[in-house]
């Protein structure tokens, strides 16, 4: 009955008067870019202060709760329910695979959410609360641990988690868990411990994935926060509508224009108004450049193709930071085979009636994870003085030519304290995108993560093999291997993160720097966090709308 309300909620949000009225010509008092997690929440914090809040969204629905054709986001089996592939933990590799008309497409050069909810819609949920020296040791004043805490509190209170995602409290596909937890417990002497309830230990700790689901479901924002805002008459949510830049006169904001029915219009804001950028570390960059902020080399671009509306050069806001220090996870998969396992690899259309009876009736079984049954964490001291970190995560299945029914994939993440930083610029056809400088720019991160694959390799049981890498590698020939492109290694981990530097490209209250009233809120704020970054993007959303509420005396 509970996910038949939350559909009903979203049904019922055409009726709210804000929704009714056209909303291109209120005068709004925040205008928030972008209905990924991060723009969910400060739209949604915003709306309870009472303000008058649009949340604009390029893409369309994604989890059941969000309406539209469902039919046309799942398989057959989930017909006669209100549950989308989104929704379904089980089904999330079928996103990664075809997309499912639920990633961006000609918006950015790169994998990401276009649709209600970003990267919340589309990720395996993984949800790890960042360790306090994250925010001591690499962001500013204003955005330390002791700062944050507020904000972390209040996702935590909204937001719900587990590390048994089976609503019937049971573990399933756990071969490969126990196999790994021999090695990397039993033989390299790892603490097993709850990931969330030792957040500050990233030093050789191993267990159980934690996920941002709720009752076997994906949960996140959209069916937590949004719900809570679309009940609201202040606020109103437009999906389906790209927004194409910020309208200035001078510093301040005046609107933004968007697409609607292929004709830009511009949607006002009230004299006292804000808007908040969400858009995402890709995309967010190239709105603000769109909107005249930016690299100046950039900007030339843009006025010589006349993309930059009634902007003349005075009115610039040229800002080099805009776009720099784009941070993702470099990853390599590591194919791992024993007896003792049994590989999983989820059905999209034809999942076994035993397992589709028991998501269907009990929303538990393999089909309520997203697959990955165990994680670790270590970090280690570089030559240069930088303490690197590490992750480790265990699926189900193998990849790519090791497919086998005893094969499993450890996918090896470089995280916290890596050098390496690419930068968001525009293409020939000004479509934002990642530079080339993004994965091992800088050598020596190479050098830590090739350490650290050897000294897991060096614990490896005898009944364990690796199938593409050799597991008495020396560490020049894993370095060798992890920097030279192929299905296993230098993939992208999509944790795009940082392109928009606190303190450079916005101010310590996220706003962006020679402006007045606009802001950034979402992964763009973010240094490279310890662990997967979902839990820090719902974080900033909390943080930058307690600060644009503290600046209007909310």
């Known amino acids: 009955m509970k996910h038949i309300a939350l559909f009903l909620v979203a049904q019922l949000a055409s009726l709210l008067p804000l929704a009714a009225a056209d909303w291109t010509t209120t005068q709004w008092d925040a205008i928030v870019v972008g209905a990924g997690p991060a723009g969910i929440i400060v739209a949604t914090r915003l709306a309870e202060a009472k303000l008058n809040t649009l949340l604009l969204e390029g893409g369309g629905p994604s989890y059941g709760v969000t309406g539209g054709d469902l039919s046309s986001r799942r398989p057959s089996w989930l017909n006669n329910t209100d549950l989308t592939r989104v929704d379904v933990p089980?089904?999330?590799?079928?996103?990664?695979?075809?997309?499912?008309?639920?990633?961006?497409?000609?918006?950015?050069?790169?994998?990401?959410?276009?649709?209600?909810?970003?990267?919340?819609?589309i990720n395996a949920g993984l949800y790890f609360e960042p360790p306090a020296s994250d925010w001591d040791s690499f962001f500013p004043i204003g955005w330390r641990a002791a700062d944050i805490d507020g904000a972390i509190e209040r996702v935590k209170a909204r937001a719900p988690s587990t590390d048994t995602p089976s609503a019937d409290g049971k573990q399933y596909l756990q071969s490969g868990y126990d196999v790994v937890r021999r090695w990397i417990v039993d033989s390299l002497g790892f603490a097993d411990v709850k990931i969330n309830e030792s957040k500050d230990n990233k030093f050789d700790v191993f267990g159980r994935p934690v996920y941002g689901y709720e009752d076997g479901q994906r949960a996140g924002p959209v069916p937590t926060y949004l719900q809570d805002a679309l009940k609201l008459p202040n606020f109103h949510l437009q999906s389906g509508t790209r927004a194409v830049r910020v309208q200035r006169t001078g510093n301040v904001a005046t609107g933004v224009w968007v697409l609607v029915n292929g004709v830009e219009t511009l949607v006002p804001l009230c004299n006292t108004g804000r808007v908040v950028i969400s858009a995402g570390a890709i995309a967010t960059p190239g709105f603000l450049m769109f909107s005249g902020i930016g690299p100046a080399a950039e900007l030339t671009r843009l006025s010589a193709a006349g993309k930059l509306g009634n902007l003349t050069q005075e009115d610039w806001i040229s800002n080099d930071a805009v776009g720099a220090n784009l941070f993702d996870n470099p990853n390599t998969f590591i194919e791992l085979s024993s007896p003792s396992i049994t590989a999983f690899a989820p059905s999209y259309n034809n999942p076994a009636p035993a397992d589709s009876a028991l998501y269907l009736d009990h929303r538990s079984g393999p089909y309520a994870s997203a697959g990955q049954t165990s994680v670790f964490f270590t970090r280690a001291s570089q030559p240069d003085g930088r303490i690197v970190g590490f992750q480790g995560t265990i699926g189900t299945a193998g990849y790519a030519d090791y497919t086998s029914p005893t094969t499993i994939t450890l996918n090896i993440y470089g995280t916290s304290g890596l050098a390496s930083r690419g930068s968001v610029v525009l293409d020939g056809s000004f479509i934002p995108g990642p530079d080339g400088n993004v994965y091992y720019s800088s050598a020596p991160d190479a050098s830590a993560i090739a350490g650290f694959i050897a000294r897991i390799f060096a614990a490896l049981p005898a009944d364990v093999q690796t199938l593409n890498l050799e597991r008495n590698a020396s560490v020049a020939r894993i370095e060798q291997y992890i920097t030279t492109p192929s299905a296993y290694a230098r993939g992208q981990v999509n944790h795009w993160s940082g392109s928009c530097k606190i303190g450079a490209c916005v101010d310590e209250a996220g706003r962006v720097v020679g402006t007045g009233n606009v802001w950034v809120a979402d992964a763009s704020l973010l240094e490279p966090l310890s662990v997967n970054p979902m839990f820090g993007v719902m974080t900033v959303g909390e943080k930058v709308a307690e600060l644009i509420l503290k600046g209007v005396g909310a």
Not at 98 to 114: E, H, K, Q, V
């Open 90 to 121: 089980g089904l999330y590799s079928s996103i990664f695979g075809d997309g499912g008309g639920l990633i961006c497409s000609g918006t950015i050069n790169a994998y990401g959410g276009c649709t209600i909810g970003g990267g919340s819609a």
